[in-house]
């Protein structure tokens, strides 16, 4: 069994800043990748960032330059700095644990509007 925890979700103005984080527990294999996704209301959910088991990233192009994926091993814990943020941001953004022979596990997501 597998748990994530999200924490950091919340309402910013647009050009503002949030970090999310997600603190995963359970049986978990050494070798893992984590991650962020959202999905916005009518569409469909979208990977934003993912940091690999050999310390590689990857991110969608609407938010290179202005979000950073980051982790902490020991804890097991993965972080989303998200800066400049703007409205096309607004979504529930979930965090996802990818292990190899396990598959997808998922946190119950944590909400970020960008509004003024």
């Known amino acids: 069994q597998v748990q994530l925890v999200e924490s950091g979700g919340g309402l910013v103005q647009p050009g503002g800043s949030l970090r999310l984080s997600c603190a995963a527990s359970?049986?978990?294999?050494?070798?893992?990748?984590m991650g962020w996704y959202r999905q916005a209301p009518g569409k469909q959910r979208e990977l934003v960032a993912v940091s690999t088991r050999d310390s590689s990233t990857t991110y969608a192009d609407s938010v290179k330059g202005r979000f950073a994926i980051s982790r902490d091993n020991a804890k097991n814990t993965v972080y989303l700095q998200m800066n400049n943020l703007k409205p096309e941001d607004t979504a529930v953004y979930y965090c996802n644990l990818y292990m190899f022979f396990r598959g997808d596990y998922w946190g119950q997501g944590t909400q970020v509007t960008v509004s003024s």
């Open positions: 359970g049986s978990i294999d050494r070798d893992y990748d």
